[in-house]
């Protein structure tokens, strides 16, 4: 689906349904027989958990567009009702191939001594076992809800399991009773049962348990038998933030997320067997009618749970477990900052180990020169290292001020309590910029050598959180350099003062700079072209959909500029179009690792200029968030950059074609043993440096 603006005709590809597209790609790696088998089974939750967070997001927004606009509002000129008319179809065609695929990995799973169990297969040596477990696990967290026109329906939490029940009474099938019951918020989906020596490892879903025990549940009612029906709803997680002065902006979002969990429901996903009456029910009481939020699936809901699918023991059917790279700058060093004094480090997540970052806080938090430490947080892991670091460091003596900001999506809750940890700590905890998102990753340390201070800084792509710097590609660059430290104290200077806005000529910094400093780069490249010189453009980031940027791009590719465009998810720009993009070649990675390091290099005739960044190219992060992109001045660190682009973009790589179709073709197909895998030749190309 595309868009050609009447004005210009310049030409886009819809942002929702290239990010469909971008999840098409991970429903290959479920497919493709090079992953292991587990971890394929793996990718389908995964694929799940992306588009479950997509229709919360983007089509509850499209929804709302719909119900307040009559025209387009989308920068691109899409239509809103159109786009959800495409998504309706689009979602169905996958979701096809995502029970194919499940079939096939049981299948296959089967073949691997591994075999999945219903209520209707399961044998009698396990009956005792499942129904201990019913008792134990499962019963006491089951509260069963009558359903009928008299009594006030229930609300239904987000992206919550259900079972819809029928209670059939053949003496008087007109009065079956109706019922909904609400499966535990933790419940371990997947069940292991007993497994003799030499006998297949079995696992039976969760539900199925329940299923078995139904008599159980509503034995004070006369039935027949009864019939479980699985169903989940998603509901829109738009944030209202209200206006009143009177409320700090910690109460203002807190009350927005009580709020978010009645959003009005913007899909229901339920199986396909459940009886018609029943279904008419239940979407009458909450209120969906548009054919594009009902999707009849199979008798198990809510698959993100996938993404925990068990092991079984066996090793060779998953990644095999990396050992993380020593940085050779820091390796058997006892002091970080020392080592950063020296020259700048590029670390590299996840092939890096990111206690690095939680080494260099803890050291800051002793070393008894240290003054200051600053920090932004956007997302932390749950009992996050990093927090702790900053507290001991309060504890000892240092300023510390930390930027956390409140409106992280579905961080918001974890972020709030965050900030009342580190104000119990004495802290200073600065909740955010009103009207901007603060989602630049720094980290300022000031230390006193002799009679100057020094900044020791830290600039990343990737959030200061342990358990996605694990599974995240990211980038970290730790510098002394004055011009760089200077200006990141700016930065927090803004953040302190939000009337204090400085000027950067190293830092390019949003939203005051990205926009013209980028346009600049392209420009210079434009004119470097067109006086027949070499000039090229590549950029590696998860999202380009800014309308004003790709025009840049556009015009560069017209000029002659050779651009090569890495781009994971959602990507508008359309490449190959005949005097417009046909020097525009746009490719896309998925893997083990989910690709998020943001690089952009520029040739700048034969000195290239090196970046990393916080930012995509979305107007979101040009225009509306605080982002911060870096220079890079080490000629090694440029080097290995560089080194890491030309694997990335090599004609052997396991990547995907990104053009109008939207077909996601291989450049080399997996099974063909030319086949590169970027993230372990990346890991292996680390582990080879030395020095």
Excluded at 31 to 38: E, F, G, K, M, W
Excluded at 429 to 442: E, F, N
Excluded at 564 to 578: A, D, F, M
Aim: net charge positive.
């Amino acid at each position: 689906m595309r868009a050609m603006n009447k004005k210009d005709k310049t030409e886009f590809i819809n942002r929702e349904i290239s990010w469909l597209s971008f999840n098409e790609r991970v429903l290959q790696e479920a497919s493709d027989r090079s992953v292991p088998l587990i971890e394929r089974m793996r990718f389908l939750g995964i694929y799940s958990n992306n588009l479950d967070e997509f229709f919360k997001v983007r089509v509850a927004t499209l929804h709302r567009a719909t119900g307040l606009f009559k025209k387009p509002i989308d920068p691109m000129d899409f239509d809103p009702v159109e786009t959800l008319s495409e998504i309706h179809r689009i979602v169905l065609k996958q979701q096809v191939a995502f029970d194919t695929i499940f079939e096939e990995l049981r299948e296959e799973l089967s073949k691997e001594n591994i075999e999945f169990v219903t209520d209707k297969t399961i044998k009698k040596e396990h009956y005792r076992f499942v129904q201990d477990y019913f008792q134990k696990e499962l019963k006491p967290n089951l509260v069963p809800v009558i359903l009928n026109s008299k009594t006030p329906f229930p609300q239904l939490s987000d992206n919550r399991l259900y079972f819809a029940v029928e209670l059939v009474n053949k003496a008087r099938q007109s009065s079956n009773t109706f019922a909904l019951l609400e499966l535990p918020e933790k419940l371990k989906r997947f069940i292991l049962l007993p497994q003799n020596a030499g006998t297949k490892s079995q696992v039976i879903f969760a539900e199925d348990i329940i299923r078995l025990h139904l008599g159980e549940l509503f034995k004070v009612f006369s039935f027949d038998h009864a019939q479980a029906y699985a169903l989940k709803t998603i509901r829109d997680a738009e944030l209202d933030i209200d206006d009143d002065l009177s409320k700090s902006f910690v109460e203002k979002v807190s009350r927005s997320i009580n709020q978010r969990k009645r959003g009005q429901y913007v899909r229901i996903t339920y199986d396909r067997a459940m009886p018609q009456v029943l279904l008419d029910f239940i979407l009458k009481k909450i209120k969906i009618r548009s054919i594009e939020s009902i999707a009849a699936g199979g008798r198990y809901q809510n698959k993100k749970d996938l993404m925990q699918f068990p092991d079984f023991g066996n090793k060779q059917l998953i990644f095999t477990p990396l050992k993380t790279v020593d940085h050779p700058a820091l390796k058997s060093k006892p002091s970080i900052l020392n080592e950063i004094r020296k020259k700048d480090i590029l670390l590299h997540f996840p092939y890096h180990s990111f206690n690095v970052i939680i080494d260099l806080l803890r050291e800051a938090a002793i070393d008894p020169d240290v003054r200051t430490i600053r920090i932004t947080l956007y997302r932390v892991a749950k009992n996050s290292q990093i927090i702790s670091t900053l507290i001991n460091a309060a504890r000892n003596g240092k300023r510390v001020v930390a930027v956390v900001e409140l409106q992280a999506r579905f961080d918001e809750e974890n972020n709030i309590s965050v900030s009342r940890i580190l104000q119990e700590a004495g802290i200073r905890v600065i909740p955010g910029v009103p009207g901007l998102k603060v989602h630049s990753k720094i980290i300022q340390i000031s230390r006193k050598e002799g009679a100057r201070t020094v900044r020791y800084v830290h600039i990343g792509t990737g959030n200061f959180h342990e358990a996605t710097a694990s599974i995240y590609t990211d980038l970290s660059l730790l510098t002394s350099r004055n011009e760089i430290g200077s200006e990141v104290r700016r930065i927090f200077e803004f953040f302190e003062n939000n009337f204090q806005r400085s000027a950067h000529r190293h830092l390019v910094v949003s939203p005051f700079g990205t926009r013209r400093k980028f346009m600049d780069l392209i420009n210079h490249e434009i004119e470097l072209a067109s006086k027949g010189k070499r000039a090229w453009i590549i950029i590696k980031m998860n999202n380009l959909v800014d309308p004003g940027l790709i025009k840049k791009l556009y015009e560069a590719s017209q000029e002659g500029v050779k651009i090569q465009l890495i781009i994971r998810g959602i990507c508008s720009l359309v490449p190959g179009i005949p005097g417009t993009s046909d020097n525009i070649s746009v490719i896309s990675i998925v893997g083990r690792f989910l690709e998020h390091s943001r690089i952009l290099v520029f040739g700048n005739g034969g000195k290239p200029n090196y970046y990393i960044s916080s930012a995509d190219w979305m107007v979101r992060n040009i225009d509306h968030r605080i982002e911060v992109s870096c220079p890079v001045y080490d000629e090694e660190i440029k080097a290995s950059l560089q080194e890491i682009l030309n694997i990335q973009l090599g004609s052997d790589a396991k990547a995907r074609r990104v053009e109008k179709s939207l077909k996601n073709e291989y450049l080399v197909p997996p099974k063909n043993k030319r086949t590169l895998d970027t993230q372990m030749a990346t890991y292996k190309y680390l582990s080879s440096i030395k020095s």
